[in-house]
């Protein structure tokens, strides 16, 4: 039993193209995350959110609570977004966390 | 502010000898986190602390693996014997309590390769 699924899994898009990862999850939280990482890099939070909508440059997450469902956007992408995009759970309580199993994203020049 | 230190980075052993792993969480983050992650995974827990108390470990195979947090700062996490299967990479993280929930801050992880 996954507590947070992903799709697509893998997802291959031109340079410039608008891009939607999804996320859901079945477990109460107290937090959704969206973490990014690098062919042999760290993971790094790019979004921590519990409602609504967060933008940062050329990236978007938004959260329904009702449905349970989050989506990551990329507007104009570029190759250097290309990455695993994880989507991460925290429990209410606030320091038990379930992750997705990632969503591998190339973009091609 | 320096971010959550591991090392080694890479860490190349055989099958049946015993590795270690250790990781430095960012200062005054009270909660720490090792997870395993395989290749087109997303991280699983493998054990989590609050201070130097281990408060969920039940993902940790306890007949191979083992964990510390002297004095609930600095933590190792061992291996004896490591098996094939253990070819993974073992994350470290912290968190603090901010606005109400945490964030995780990840190192950048010990690449184990057993052979």
């Known amino acids: 039993k996954n507590e947070v699924e992903q799709s697509p899994q893998n997802l291959t898009a031109q340079e410039g193209e608008f891009i939607t990862i999804n996320c859901s999850y079945s477990?109460?939280?107290?937090?959704l995350h969206w973490l990014q990482q690098h062919p042999g890099g760290g993971i790094v939070s790019l979004f921590m959110?519990?409602?609504g909508k967060k933008k940062h440059g050329r990236l978007i997450a938004t959260i329904n609570i009702q449905e349970k469902h989050s989506s990551l956007h990329i507007t104009a992408s570029h190759p250097r977004d290309s990455a695993v995009y994880i989507c991460?759970?925290?429990?209410?309580?606030?320091?038990?966390?379930?992750f997705g199993t990632g969503t591998s994203l190339t973009v091609i020049p | 502010e320096a971010g959550v230190v591991q090392s080694p980075r890479y860490k190349i052993i055989e099958k049946k000898q015993p590795v270690a792993f250790w990781c430095n969480p960012i200062?005054?983050?009270?909660?720490l986190y090792w997870y395993l992650q395989n290749l087109g995974q997303g991280p699983e827990l493998l054990i989590r602390?609050?201070?130097?108390?281990?408060?969920?470990d039940s993902q940790l195979p306890k007949d191979r693996f083992s964990a510390e947090r002297l004095k609930g700062v600095d933590s190792t996490l061992k291996i004896q014997p490591a098996e094939l299967g253990d070819s993974a990479v073992y994350l470290c993280?912290?968190?603090?309590?901010?606005?109400?929930?945490?964030?995780?801050?990840f190192g950048p992880g010990t690449r184990l390769t057993v052979l």
């Open positions: 993280a912290s968190s603090h309590r901010g606005q109400g929930f945490d964030e995780q801050f």
């Open positions: 602390y609050e201070n130097e108390e281990a408060v969920d």
């Open positions: 959110l519990s409602s």
């Open positions: 477990v109460g939280i107290s937090a």
């Open positions: 200062s005054g983050h009270n909660t």
């Open positions: 991460a759970v925290s429990a209410p309580g606030g320091n038990q966390f379930y």
